[in-house]
Each structure stands twice: as C-alpha cells, then as structure tokens.
C-alpha cells in the first residue's frame, strides 16, 4: 500500500485551495446582499395592497360604477318639458292683424316603463359591482402568482448555495485524502468541475428570479424602483383547505355568478317594461292661443295631446330583444356555474393531494437522503466508493430539495386558483 501511495501524483498547491477559496467566494457573494436587505423584504399582503390601491385599478372601478349609475340617473325623472311657440300674420281684411299660440309639452308614461327601467338600471349597477369584484379577484390572483414566483425563485437560489455548501463539505473530505495520498488528482478536478456547474445554475437562477421580479415589479407600473438585491418573504407551502362541501355552499356568491344573475335580472325586468307597449307614452300640452287686430283682440286655451297609434309596430322588436338577451345570459349563467363548480372541485382535490404528496415526499425522502450523504461520506473516506458515488448522493439531496420545492410552487398555484374561485368579495 505504502508503494502505491508513492506512485500517485502529488497534488498541487494552488488545486488544493482553489475550490476552498472559490466556493467561499460564491458563498459569501449569495449570503451578503440578502442579509443587508432582509429589512426590505415585501410580504404578500403589501403587495396585493400595493397593487390594488395603485391609481389606475381605482379609476377603472370608479369609472365603471360612475357609467352604470349614470344609467340610473337617466330614468329616475321625467324628460324635460318642450316650449312651443306660433306667430302668424294674416293680413287678410286688416294688414295689423296678428295671431300667436304659445305652449308647454310634457312626455307622459302611465305604464309604468320608466319605473321599471330605473329599477333594471339599478340592477345593472349591482351586476358592474360584482363584476369589478371578480375582476379585483383576478388581479389579486395573478399578483399573488407573481409574488410567489419571485419566493419560489429565491428558494431554488437558497438550495443552490446549500448544494454549494455541500460541495465546500465534499473539498475538505477529498483534499483530507488527498494530502494522505490515499486519491488521485482527478478527484479534486471533478470537484472543481461539480463547482462550476453549481454556479453556473446559480448564476441562471439569478437572471430568471430577476425576470420574475420584473414581472412583479410590472404590476404597479413603477419600472425604476425594482431592487433586485430585495426580495420576498413567505410561506411557499399552502395552507390545508376548508372542506370541500363548505367551499360549494358559498358558489352562488361567486362574483362572477352574481353578475351575471343581476344582468338577467336587469333584462327580465327591461322584457317586462317593453310588454307593456299597450299602454303607449304620450305628449299632453297646454297653453294660449291670442288674436290681435286694429279693432279686435281675443285670448282662447289650447290645449293638445299626441298618442302614437300602434297600427305597423306593437313594439315587437325591443321584446324579442330583451328576451332574447336574458335567454342568452341565462345560458351563460348555467355554463358558469357548471365551470365554476368543476374548477372549485378539481382545485380542491388537486390541492388535497399535493399537500399529502408533499407530506409523504419529506416524511420519506428527507431521511434517505441523509442517510445517502452519511452513507457515501463514510465510506469514500474508507476507500470503498469513488468520487462519482460521493458526488451523486450529494447530488441526489440537491435534487431533493428542488423536487420538494416544485411540489409545494404546485400546491400554492392551486390554492391560488382556489381561492379566487370561491373569493366573495375584496375591499380594494
């Protein structure tokens, strides 16, 4: 044995400590701009703030509530009175003779129409408010994806700098050996290699949490304050759900089924203003009529009404209208509502699953995996495993906790869904 180790060849002195100083290097570049902005961290509820209070998100809700009362106002009085006026100049037997008729007009519905549509209009004012609420729901959904997309990202770059920990673990085994003899050069050279693909996956990490916070950062709009030295704070893991049969009692006070149920409700009642075509608005007027001439001067009441008579339209195009309108909107509710609970249901279940999923995998892979890197660092230093071994049950820890990490970016993107689905309402 003795014999074999003076045939091996020498270690140089700058292979020894290359790995040493660059992997603390890498090390120290990954730990210090996240210490020094672990004050600035953003939690997930300011950002779903900062997102829903920016000044766009509050004129397009102030606008779209501003146009549908709007439609309110427009028939909650009568329309305004016309003023007519008539001279005439005769000149028959008298050239001073002159004749004037002064009137007001007023529109007059007795049917009770204009009643009915303020009242559909308010419908509609009730339907824009749900729908701005599903809307928000939207928005806060994909804030929150985005959100823990950027976590998600800092935690791969977290299992890297424990892979690159790992690799400083493996170097101090390796050069142990090494200045014992006990282990040809390769060995420290394949760990020089194993390094460098350590960072370069850290250094592609780094640009795609970058991207990820561009995307973030997009959603308020504010390009020139994103630091990507800052980050987020978080749990990845979702919360287990509420029970099921719980989440499809609330279903009909979806948003988006709200707004749809008071459209109906809006077009029923307009069908209902346009049956009434039996009893048509009319024009009723009263006013002065006055003669005046050289000998003679008189002063009588005028007085006239207008009633349309439905002789070629009994008002035949706005009710198949309307009724057409609340069928289809009617469908479009059923169809909702049948998406609406299969999302609910399929989110449930999917979420269920992932988190047990997620349960089994660390009850059972964590410990494996352990005992691998136990296993292998005993007995490479024995003699009995290369450095092959070594690396891949290293290795095999690193993919570990990569695979745990997409499992739990799974649940959340699921509970995410789930909760927009079954959200009832948010205060912006």
């Known amino acids: ?49 900062k997102v829903l209070q920016q000044a766009s998100i509050q004129d397009w809700i102030k606008g779209t509530i501003n146009e549908a009362q709007s439609d309110i106002e427009e028939y909650s009085h009568w329309e305004n009175p016309t003023i007519y006026y008539l001279l005439d100049n005769p000149r028959l037997r008298d050239q001073n003779a002159t004749e004037q008729s002064y009137m007001i007009k007023q529109s ?29 729901a939207l928005f806060k959904a994909k804030t929150r994806l985005y959100f823990f997309d950027v976590l998600y990202k800092q935690l791969r770059l977290q299992a890297i700098s424990t892979w690159l920990q790992h690799l400083v673990e493996l170097e101090k085994i390796i050069r142990k050996r090494a200045f014992a003899g006990d282990v040809p050069g390769y060995d420290l050279k394949r760990l020089q290699r194993e390094h460098a693909s350590a960072v370069t996956h850290q250094q592609a990490e780094q640009a795609a949490l970058h991207h990820s916070w561009e995307l973030l950062n997009a959603l308020w709009g504010d390009y020139d ?8 704070s978080g749990e990845l893991l979702p919360a287990a759900p509420v029970a099921l049969d719980q989440l499809l009692a609330a279903l009909e006070q979806n948003p988006a089924l709200q707004s749809l149920a008071k459209q109906k409700s809006a077009l029923n009642l307009n069908s209902e203003a346009a049956e009434r075509w039996k009893i048509p608005k009319f024009n009723l007027g009263v006013g002065a009529k006055t ?80 005992e691998l890197i136990n296993i292998a660092s005993i007995s490479y230093q024995a003699g009995e495993i290369g450095v092959f071994e070594l690396l ?32 009832t309402g948010i205060i912006p």
């Open 1 to 49: 044995m003795a014999q074999f180790k003076n045939h091996l060849p020498k270690i140089p002195i700058n292979n020894r400590y290359f790995v040493t100083n660059t992997l603390f290097m890498a090390l120290l570049m990954l730990f210090v701009p996240a210490y020094a902005q672990k004050a600035a961290f953003l939690t997930e509820a300011q950002t779903v703030e």
């Open 108 to 136: 007059i519905d007795l049917s009770g129409r204009r009643k009915l549509r303020q009242s559909a209009a308010e419908f509609r004012l009730l339907s824009a408010t749900d729908a701005t609420q599903s809307r928000l």
């Open 392 to 423: 891949d049950a290293y290795r095999e820890r690193w993919a570990y906790d990569l695979d745990r990490l997409d499992l739990m970016r799974k649940a959340r993107t699921a509970s995410i869904e789930l909760d927009r689905l079954t959200d």
């Open 225 to 232: 304050t994103v630091d990507f030295g800052s980050g987020v």
């Open 291 to 370: 003669f005046n001439a050289t000998n003679y001067s008189d002063t009588a009441l005028l007085v006239s009404i207008e009633i349309p008579l439905p002789l070629w339209s009994q008002n035949n195009a706005e009710r198949i209208r309307y009724r057409a309108q609340a069928q289809k909107v009617d469908g479009k509710y059923r169809l909702e509502h049948q998406k609406t609970y299969g999302e609910i249901r399929g989110s449930w279940q999917e979420l269920t699953g992932l988190l047990q999923a997620i349960q089994t995998f660390e009850q059972r892979g964590q410990t494996v995996s352990d």
